[in-house]
């Protein structure tokens, strides 16, 4: 099935040249690329929404889409990877920064020797472009790069512009996010 993006209008069915059939609307794992329950669970709230506001019509958000992995290390991600950064704006413009759990307070104490946060990131702009967590509560580690990219924050002021409870394991993300190699806002918090 092919949409326009456009949840609620009408959709194309099993053929991606065929034209849009009125009065047929999709949401959720048939339409979508991310096959996932929040990604559903937005999309049905878009359909509800333009079904009652037809002269409003919202598109589906498709970007910052996060996943997770429950398997044991959990693994958590978001946005682009490495590979993929460089082949979108090019090697020189992409850094990234791998956070070892076990180099922070948190994962000192756990004594964690394999859990890691990995953040890709635009070097001439700062906008977080990806992440990668795998290890201990992964999925929820990785909420803050969500929000930042949904919200549209450059790293530095993610970083910069909250405080982190120490010695929570969220200074894994914290610390990622101070690694990459990207500017720092003229009006950037302290
Ligand atoms: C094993 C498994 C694990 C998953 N784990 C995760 C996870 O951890 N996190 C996550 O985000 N997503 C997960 N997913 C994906 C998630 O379940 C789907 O993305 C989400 O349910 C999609 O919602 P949907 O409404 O599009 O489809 P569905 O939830 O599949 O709902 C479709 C409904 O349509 C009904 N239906 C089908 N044919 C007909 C018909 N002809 N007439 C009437 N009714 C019909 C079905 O019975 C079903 O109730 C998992 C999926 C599977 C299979």
């Known amino acids: 099935m092919r949409t326009d993006g456009w949840p609620s209008t009408p959709t194309s069915v099993c053929c991606p040249k065929a034209k849009p059939v009125p009065g047929l609307y999709a949401a959720g794992d048939i339409c979508s ?4 329950k929040h990604v559903a669970n937005h999309e049905a709230r878009v359909v509800s929404h333009n079904l009652e506001n ?7 958000r498709t970007f ?3 996943a997770a992995v429950f398997s044991h290390p959990e693994i958590a991600f978001v946005g682009m990877t490495e590979a993929e950064a460089v082949d ?3 090697q020189v413009n992409v850094t990234v920064k791998v956070q070892k759990y076990g180099d922070t307070a948190y994962g000192w104490a756990m004594e964690d020797m394999n859990g890691l946060a990995k953040v890709v990131a635009d070097r001439r702009t700062g ?7 795998v290890g201990t509560q992964s999925s929820n580690l990785i909420q803050p790069i969500v929000q930042a990219m949904s919200f549209g924050q450059d790293a530095y002021t993610a970083a910069r512009g909250q405080y982190w ?3 929570a394991l ?3 993300i914290e610390n990622a996010l101070l690694g990459l190699d990207v500017p720092i806002p003229d009006s950037a918090p302290l």
């Open 33 to 36: 690329e991310a096959m996932l």
């Open 54 to 60: 037809p002269r409003d019509l919202r598109q589906a």
């Open 64 to 66: 910052a889409v996060p």
């Open 88 to 90: 979108s704006i090019g």
């Open 127 to 133: 906008e977080i472009l990806g992440a990668h967590v």
């Open 165 to 167: 409870i120490h010695p």
């Open 170 to 172: 969220t200074e894994v």
